[in-house]
């Protein structure tokens, strides 16, 4: 659902489904490896699948990163602005 769509089948959710819902997002994020996203029961699976790793290069990290070494006020914050050609 987008941000201000206002679709009447999402009116009926209650505290007690978004609890569930939460509690259930709990239990499947805990399956998962905190490093690299992959299911635990995958990933550290003798027989599992094999992964490989692939580098790229996001240009907005790039920025970011660099804008984030010329810290001079510690409560600064850098956000991305894309300019569009």
């Not at 259930?24 to 094999?50: N, V």
Request: hydrophobic share 25%.
């Amino acid at each position: 659902m987008l941000l201000g769509d206002h679709d009447p089948r999402y009116r009926s959710w209650t505290t007690d489904r978004n609890r569930l819902l939460a509690q259930a997002l709990t239990i499947y994020e805990s399956t998962l490896c905190k490093g690299c996203g992959q299911p635990l029961h995958e990933s550290t699976d003798e027989d599992g699948p094999h992964y490989s790793a692939e580098d790229y290069l996001c240009r907005g990290c790039a920025v970011l990163s660099k804008a984030g070494t010329d810290k001079d006020d510690p409560g600064t914050h850098w956000y991305l602005e894309v300019e569009r050609r």
